[in-house]
Protein backbone atom coordinates (compact mmCIF):
# COMPACT_ATOMS: atom_id res chain seq x y z
CA UNK A 1 0.00 0.00 0.00
CA UNK A 2 3.09 2.66 0.80
CA UNK A 3 6.17 2.33 -0.42
CA UNK A 4 9.43 4.51 0.92
CA UNK A 5 12.64 4.06 -0.40
CA UNK A 6 15.76 6.26 1.02
CA UNK A 7 13.51 9.25 2.10
CA UNK A 8 15.84 11.88 3.00
CA UNK A 9 14.63 15.72 3.90
CA UNK A 10 17.18 18.74 5.18
CA UNK A 11 16.25 21.82 6.09
CA UNK A 12 19.41 23.79 5.41
CA UNK A 13 22.35 21.96 6.51
CA UNK A 14 20.12 19.68 9.56
CA UNK A 15 19.16 16.59 8.26
CA UNK A 16 15.75 15.71 9.73
CA UNK A 17 15.13 12.24 8.07
CA UNK A 18 17.55 10.06 7.06
CA UNK A 19 17.11 7.51 4.75
CA UNK A 20 14.22 5.89 5.69
CA UNK A 21 12.97 2.74 4.08
CA UNK A 22 9.44 1.55 4.70
CA UNK A 23 6.51 -0.64 4.01
CA UNK A 24 2.87 -0.47 5.10
CA UNK A 25 0.31 -3.33 4.03
CA UNK A 26 -3.27 -2.41 3.54
CA UNK A 27 -5.20 -2.63 6.58
CA UNK A 28 -2.15 -2.04 9.11
CA UNK A 29 -2.23 0.37 12.17
CA UNK A 30 1.40 1.59 12.06
CA UNK A 31 2.64 3.61 14.92
CA UNK A 32 5.74 6.04 14.43
CA UNK A 33 7.41 6.49 17.86
CA UNK A 34 10.17 8.59 18.64
CA UNK A 35 10.96 11.67 20.85
CA UNK A 36 10.11 15.81 19.81
CA UNK A 37 12.15 16.21 16.83
CA UNK A 38 13.38 12.70 15.88
CA UNK A 39 11.68 13.05 12.46
CA UNK A 40 8.02 11.83 12.74
CA UNK A 41 5.72 15.21 11.93
CA UNK A 42 8.27 15.67 8.86
CA UNK A 43 7.65 12.07 7.69
CA UNK A 44 4.05 12.43 7.51
CA UNK A 45 4.08 16.16 5.82
CA UNK A 46 6.63 13.75 3.07
CA UNK A 47 3.63 10.96 2.81
CA UNK A 48 0.97 13.67 2.36
CA UNK A 49 2.63 15.81 -0.07
CA UNK A 50 2.65 18.98 2.31
CA UNK A 51 6.33 18.72 1.93
CA UNK A 52 8.24 17.64 -0.73
CA UNK A 53 11.55 15.29 -0.07
CA UNK A 54 15.27 16.08 -0.82
CA UNK A 55 15.52 13.06 -2.23
CA UNK A 56 13.89 9.67 -2.19
CA UNK A 57 11.25 7.46 -3.44
CA UNK A 58 7.42 7.76 -2.36
CA UNK A 59 4.58 5.32 -3.57
CA UNK A 60 1.21 5.00 -2.18
CA UNK A 61 -1.00 2.56 -3.73
CA UNK A 62 1.29 2.18 -6.76
CA UNK A 63 1.42 5.93 -7.43
CA UNK A 64 4.39 7.81 -7.67
CA UNK A 65 4.26 10.91 -5.23
CA UNK A 66 6.53 12.48 -7.80
CA UNK A 67 3.88 12.38 -10.68
CA UNK A 68 0.95 11.68 -9.16
CA UNK A 69 0.26 13.79 -6.36
CA UNK A 70 -3.42 14.54 -6.57
CA UNK A 71 -4.08 11.10 -6.80
CA UNK A 72 -2.10 10.15 -3.83
CA UNK A 73 -3.93 12.95 -2.22
CA UNK A 74 -7.71 11.73 -2.70
CA UNK A 75 -6.29 8.20 -0.98
CA UNK A 76 -5.39 10.00 2.20
CA UNK A 77 -7.56 11.31 5.09
CA UNK A 78 -4.62 13.68 7.39
CA UNK A 79 -5.18 15.37 10.64
CA UNK A 80 -1.91 17.63 11.70
CA UNK A 81 -0.91 17.53 15.27
CA UNK A 82 -3.19 20.70 15.70
CA UNK A 83 -6.40 20.44 13.60
CA UNK A 84 -7.49 22.86 10.87
CA UNK A 85 -10.71 23.74 12.20
CA UNK A 86 -12.43 27.17 11.67
CA UNK A 87 -13.57 28.50 15.36
CA UNK A 88 -16.43 30.26 14.69
CA UNK A 89 -18.54 27.63 12.85
CA UNK A 90 -20.59 25.41 14.00
CA UNK A 91 -19.60 21.52 13.91
CA UNK A 92 -22.45 20.79 11.04
CA UNK A 93 -21.62 23.96 9.04
CA UNK A 94 -17.99 22.90 9.28
CA UNK A 95 -18.05 19.26 7.88
CA UNK A 96 -20.90 20.65 5.21
CA UNK A 97 -18.22 23.18 4.28
CA UNK A 98 -16.03 20.50 4.15
CA UNK A 99 -17.98 18.05 1.95
CA UNK A 100 -18.36 20.83 -0.90
CA UNK A 101 -14.66 21.93 -1.31
CA UNK A 102 -14.57 17.68 -1.63
CA UNK A 103 -16.82 17.92 -4.55
CA UNK A 104 -19.47 15.58 -2.40
CA UNK A 105 -22.89 15.93 -4.16
CA UNK A 106 -25.21 17.04 -2.03
CA UNK A 107 -27.07 13.73 -1.08
CA UNK A 108 -23.59 11.80 -0.44
CA UNK A 109 -22.89 14.77 1.31
CA UNK A 110 -25.53 14.62 3.88
CA UNK A 111 -25.13 11.08 4.33
CA UNK A 112 -21.31 11.48 5.14
CA UNK A 113 -22.01 13.44 7.54
CA UNK A 114 -24.78 11.37 9.73
CA UNK A 115 -22.41 8.47 9.22
CA UNK A 116 -19.14 10.86 10.62
CA UNK A 117 -21.27 12.33 13.37
CA UNK A 118 -21.94 8.73 14.70
CA UNK A 119 -18.81 7.30 14.06
CA UNK A 120 -16.85 10.07 15.38
CA UNK A 121 -19.86 10.86 18.74
CA UNK A 122 -20.22 14.24 17.33
CA UNK A 123 -24.63 13.66 17.66
CA UNK A 124 -24.56 15.55 20.23
CA UNK A 125 -22.55 18.54 19.14
CA UNK A 126 -23.39 19.56 15.82
CA UNK A 127 -24.82 22.45 16.05
CA UNK A 128 -22.20 24.01 18.76
CA UNK A 129 -19.11 26.25 17.84
CA UNK A 130 -16.24 24.39 17.16
CA UNK A 131 -14.59 27.17 19.75
CA UNK A 132 -16.83 26.39 22.42
CA UNK A 133 -15.37 22.42 22.60
CA UNK A 134 -12.99 20.62 24.38
CA UNK A 135 -10.05 19.72 22.82
CA UNK A 136 -10.78 16.12 21.98
CA UNK A 137 -14.11 16.98 20.86
CA UNK A 138 -11.96 19.15 18.20
CA UNK A 139 -10.12 16.31 17.31
CA UNK A 140 -13.21 14.17 16.83
CA UNK A 141 -14.12 16.93 14.69
CA UNK A 142 -10.43 16.84 12.62
CA UNK A 143 -10.96 13.10 12.05
CA UNK A 144 -14.26 13.48 11.09
CA UNK A 145 -12.71 16.36 8.68
CA UNK A 146 -9.94 14.04 7.41
CA UNK A 147 -12.43 10.87 6.93
CA UNK A 148 -14.87 13.08 4.90
CA UNK A 149 -14.33 11.47 1.54
CA UNK A 150 -14.10 7.70 3.04
CA UNK A 151 -10.40 7.89 2.34
CA UNK A 152 -8.44 4.15 2.29
CA UNK A 153 -5.75 5.52 3.99
CA UNK A 154 -5.58 8.13 7.19
CA UNK A 155 -2.16 9.62 8.62
CA UNK A 156 -2.64 11.08 11.47
CA UNK A 157 0.14 13.29 13.67
CA UNK A 158 -0.51 13.02 17.27
CA UNK A 159 -3.86 12.72 17.78
CA UNK A 160 -4.25 12.38 21.38
CA UNK A 161 -1.72 15.00 22.31
CA UNK A 162 -2.85 16.99 25.17
CA UNK A 163 -5.54 15.54 25.78
CA UNK A 164 -7.10 14.09 29.09
CA UNK A 165 -7.03 10.29 29.53
CA UNK A 166 -10.51 9.60 28.98
CA UNK A 167 -10.22 11.40 25.95
CA UNK A 168 -7.42 9.38 24.88
CA UNK A 169 -9.30 6.28 25.54
CA UNK A 170 -12.12 8.06 23.31
CA UNK A 171 -9.66 8.99 20.42
CA UNK A 172 -7.78 5.57 20.54
CA UNK A 173 -11.46 3.71 20.53
CA UNK A 174 -12.66 5.89 17.34
CA UNK A 175 -8.91 5.45 15.35
CA UNK A 176 -9.39 0.96 16.34
CA UNK A 177 -12.50 0.74 14.82
CA UNK A 178 -11.16 3.07 11.64
CA UNK A 179 -8.49 0.47 11.88
CA UNK A 180 -10.84 -2.40 11.11
CA UNK A 181 -11.45 -0.86 6.91
CA UNK A 182 -8.34 1.99 6.93
CA UNK A 183 -4.62 1.62 6.55
CA UNK A 184 -3.31 3.82 9.40
CA UNK A 185 -0.23 5.64 9.84
CA UNK A 186 -0.15 7.42 13.41
CA UNK A 187 2.58 9.24 15.02
CA UNK A 188 3.32 9.45 18.79
CA UNK A 189 5.50 10.19 21.36
CA UNK A 190 3.12 8.36 23.86
CA UNK A 191 4.26 4.78 24.35
CA UNK A 192 1.07 3.15 25.97
CA UNK A 193 -0.71 4.39 23.10
CA UNK A 194 1.47 3.21 20.56
CA UNK A 195 1.14 -0.18 22.23
CA UNK A 196 -2.52 0.14 22.84
CA UNK A 197 -3.51 0.95 19.20
CA UNK A 198 -1.09 -0.24 17.27
CA UNK A 199 -0.25 -3.48 15.24
CA UNK A 200 2.80 -2.29 14.37
CA UNK A 201 5.52 -0.12 15.63
CA UNK A 202 8.43 1.72 14.15
CA UNK A 203 10.71 3.54 16.33
CA UNK A 204 12.67 6.63 14.58
CA UNK A 205 15.55 8.72 16.31
CA UNK A 206 17.19 11.29 14.75
CA UNK A 207 16.05 10.50 11.25
CA UNK A 208 16.39 6.88 11.46
CA UNK A 209 14.40 4.01 11.73
CA UNK A 210 16.24 2.54 14.60
CA UNK A 211 13.26 -0.27 15.46
CA UNK A 212 10.06 -1.38 13.49
CA UNK A 213 8.14 -4.61 14.39
CA UNK A 214 5.27 -5.86 16.48
CA UNK A 215 5.30 -5.24 20.40
CA UNK A 216 6.39 -8.46 21.06
CA UNK A 217 8.54 -8.87 18.23
CA UNK A 218 10.56 -5.90 19.76
CA UNK A 219 10.68 -7.35 23.31
CA UNK A 220 12.42 -10.26 21.18
CA UNK A 221 14.83 -8.69 19.71
CA UNK A 222 15.64 -6.14 22.17
CA UNK A 223 14.69 -7.42 25.22
CA UNK A 224 16.85 -10.37 25.73
CA UNK A 225 18.08 -9.22 28.97
CA UNK A 226 16.49 -11.21 32.07
CA UNK A 227 16.03 -8.93 35.43
CA UNK A 228 14.88 -10.91 38.07
CA UNK A 229 14.43 -9.18 41.74
CA UNK A 230 15.00 -11.58 44.65
CA UNK A 231 14.45 -10.62 48.46
CA UNK A 232 16.62 -12.47 51.27
CA UNK A 233 16.83 -12.95 55.02
CA UNK A 234 19.70 -14.19 56.75
CA UNK A 235 21.95 -13.40 53.65
CA UNK A 236 24.71 -11.09 53.33
CA UNK A 237 26.01 -9.42 50.12
CA UNK A 238 29.53 -10.42 49.65
CA UNK A 239 28.09 -14.45 49.83
CA UNK A 240 25.03 -13.86 47.72
CA UNK A 241 27.29 -11.90 45.25
CA UNK A 242 29.95 -15.35 45.40
CA UNK A 243 27.31 -17.91 44.95
CA UNK A 244 25.21 -16.09 42.92
CA UNK A 245 27.23 -14.68 40.67
CA UNK A 246 28.63 -18.33 39.60
CA UNK A 247 25.26 -18.83 38.56
CA UNK A 248 25.81 -20.15 34.83
CA UNK A 249 23.79 -17.01 32.70
CA UNK A 250 24.49 -14.13 35.81
CA UNK A 251 26.37 -11.21 34.18
CA UNK A 252 25.35 -9.22 36.88
CA UNK A 253 24.07 -8.33 40.62
CA UNK A 254 23.07 -4.72 42.14
CA UNK A 255 22.25 -4.85 45.72
CA UNK A 256 18.82 -3.03 45.87
CA UNK A 257 18.61 -0.83 49.29
CA UNK A 258 16.05 -2.57 51.45
CA UNK A 259 12.97 -1.34 53.37
CA UNK A 260 14.07 -3.01 56.23
CA UNK A 261 17.97 -3.53 57.46
CA UNK A 262 18.00 -7.21 58.09
CA UNK A 263 16.35 -7.72 54.19
CA UNK A 264 18.79 -7.99 51.50
CA UNK A 265 17.30 -7.42 48.04
CA UNK A 266 18.89 -8.18 45.25
CA UNK A 267 18.63 -7.28 41.32
CA UNK A 268 19.94 -10.43 39.23
CA UNK A 269 20.51 -9.42 35.75
CA UNK A 270 21.02 -12.23 33.03
CA UNK A 271 21.31 -12.43 28.93
CA UNK A 272 21.26 -16.09 28.86
CA UNK A 273 18.08 -18.34 27.07
CA UNK A 274 17.92 -20.45 29.33
CA UNK A 275 15.35 -19.93 32.61
CA UNK A 276 17.54 -18.31 34.82
CA UNK A 277 14.38 -18.79 37.61
CA UNK A 278 15.02 -22.42 38.03
CA UNK A 279 18.85 -22.07 38.02
CA UNK A 280 18.80 -19.20 40.79
CA UNK A 281 15.81 -21.09 42.97
CA UNK A 282 18.03 -24.12 42.90
CA UNK A 283 21.05 -22.34 44.12
CA UNK A 284 19.47 -20.66 46.98
CA UNK A 285 18.00 -23.38 47.94
CA UNK A 286 21.12 -25.56 48.63
CA UNK A 287 21.72 -22.35 51.18
CA UNK A 288 19.78 -21.47 54.95
CA UNK A 289 18.84 -18.46 53.17
CA UNK A 290 14.98 -17.50 53.41
CA UNK A 291 13.48 -16.38 50.24
CA UNK A 292 10.69 -13.81 50.51
CA UNK A 293 10.57 -12.27 47.05
CA UNK A 294 10.91 -13.88 43.56
CA UNK A 295 10.10 -12.10 40.52
CA UNK A 296 11.19 -11.21 37.21
CA UNK A 297 10.60 -8.27 35.13
CA UNK A 298 9.30 -8.13 31.46
CA UNK A 299 11.37 -5.66 29.56
CA UNK A 300 9.06 -2.77 28.97
CA UNK A 301 8.75 -1.06 25.31
CA UNK A 302 9.88 1.81 27.81
CA UNK A 303 12.79 0.56 28.47
CA UNK A 304 13.11 -0.57 25.11
CA UNK A 305 12.44 2.77 23.50
CA UNK A 306 15.37 4.73 26.05
CA UNK A 307 18.02 2.17 24.69
CA UNK A 308 17.23 2.88 21.26
CA UNK A 309 16.33 6.48 21.44
CA UNK A 310 19.36 7.66 24.28
CA UNK A 311 21.78 10.25 23.38
CA UNK A 312 24.71 8.98 21.74
Known sequence: MIHVEKLTKFY???????????EVSKGEITGLLGPNGAGKTTTLRMLTGYLEPTSGVIRIKGYSIDDNLLDIKKLIGYLPESAPLYHGMLVYDYLDYIGEIRGLETKKKMERIHQLADLCGLVGIMHKPIGELSKGL???????????????????????????????????????????????????HILSEAEATCDRIVIIDRGRIVADGSTESLRKTHGQEKIINISLLKADF??????????????????????????????????????MQEKIFACIKETDWVLVEFTQEVK???????????EA
Open 12 to 22: GDFCAVDKIDL
Open 138 to 188: KQRVGLAHAMMEDPEILILDEPTSGLDPNQIVEIRDIIRSFGKEKTIILST
Open 238 to 275: DTALRKLGAVEGVTRIENIDPPEPDKLRLKIVSDSADD
Open 300 to 310: SLENIFRELTK
